[in-house]
C-alpha cells in the first residue's frame, strides 16, 4: 500500500510580534473547537511563531500530509481578524511512498489578504495536462 503526501512550509508575516503570539492562539483555539466538530477544518497543518526578537512571522507547515484548503482558510481568517493586507502566497508539493502513476506533482496558491480571498492558483498535473493538449495553461 502506497501513503501519499501533501507537504508545505511557509511564512506569514502578520505584521507585530503580538500579533504572531495572538495569531497562534486563535490557531490553537481553533483546534481545541474542531475535537467538538463533526467536520474538523483546523487540521493537517501546524502553526508556530519564528521566536526571534522583534520577529512577527509565523510558520506554517505540514509533517505528515497538509491540507492545502485549511491553511487558505487559516490566512484568510487571521487576515479578518488581525487586518492584514497586501499578497501572499505558498508552494506545495504531493508525494509518495511508492512510484504511482499521477501520484506526485504539486502547486501555488496566491491570497488577497486585504480582499480576503484567493487570487489565484495552480496545479502542477493540471498545468502539465493542459500544455500536452495544446491549451495556453495560464489561461
Not at 7 to 31: K, N, T
Not at 42 to 47: A, I, N, Y
Not at 113 to 139: F, N, T, V, Y
Request: hydrophobic share 40%; charged share 25%; net charge negative.
Amino acid at each position: 500500500m502506497a501513503d501519499y503526501y501533501t507537504h508545505f512550509s511557509c511564512l506569514l508575516d502578520v505584521g507585530a510580534p503580538e500579533i504572531a503570539a495572538r495569531a497562534v492562539d486563535l490557531y490553537l483555539h481553533l483546534q481545541d473547537e474542531d475535537q467538538e466538530s463533526a467536520e474538523p477544518q483546523w487540521h493537517g497543518f501546524d502553526v508556530s511563531r519564528i521566536n526571534e526578537p522583534g520577529r512577527s512571522l509565523l510558520w506554517i507547515h505540514s509533517e505528515d500530509s497538509g491540507d492545502v484548503e485549511n491553511v487558505v482558510a487559516f490566512v484568510l481568517r487571521c487576515a479578518e481578524e488581525f487586518d492584514l493586507t497586501g499578497l501572499w502566497g505558498f508552494t506545495y508539493s504531493h508525494s509518495c511512498s511508492r512510484p504511482r502513476i499521477d501520484a506526485f506533482g504539486g502547486g501555488a496558491q496566491v491570497l488577497d489578504l486585504g480582499a480576503r480571498k484567493s487570487i489565484g492558483w495552480m496545479d502542477a498535473a493540471h498545468w502539465l495536462q493542459a500544455a500536452l493538449q495544446g491549451i495556453d495553461p495560464d489561461e
